[in-house]
DNA sequence: AAGCTGACTCGCT
DNA sequence: GAGCGAGCCAGCT
């Protein structure tokens, strides 16, 4: 067939799997942070790109602002994340994470 | 070319 | 404390 069959990520899009594909097991990001590390205010194109192409980067690591798990996916997420040894914690609204605890920062493990 | 949507975030009421 | 609206960027129709 002439199509790929797959879309090609875009170059945000990949940027984005890149940094998600950086962030170690047990420690988790939210999707304002990797935006702003990626130089841009857009924590929806994050989403989105993740909603996309985030069948090959461990998308779970990746929260929203305050620990709630990605909406739709809260329970995907936080069994993966369980499964890495997080500590989801179920609340109103859908299971969330302790970002104090779990934040990763680059060069603080 | 223009407009709308989206796995979001922040601020105000 | 909870709910609602506006703002923002990138991608797609």
Do not use: K, Q
């Amino acid at each position: 067939m002439a199509h790929t069959g797959r879309v090609p990520p875009t170059p945000f899009a990949e940027r984005v799997l890149d940094l998600v594909a950086t962030i170690p097991a047990g420690r988790v990001l939210t999707y304002g942070d990797v935006a702003r590390h990626l130089g841009s205010r857009a924590p929806r194109a994050v989403g989105n790109a993740l909603a996309r192409f985030g069948g090959g980067v461990p998308w779970w690591r990746v929260v929203r602002a305050g620990g709630g798990l990605p909406t739709g996916h809260e329970l995907a997420a936080a069994e993966r994340l369980r499964a890495e040894g997080v500590v989801v914690r179920p609340g109103p609204g859908g299971p969330s994470v302790d970002l104090e605890c779990y934040r990763w920062v680059p060069g603080r493990a």
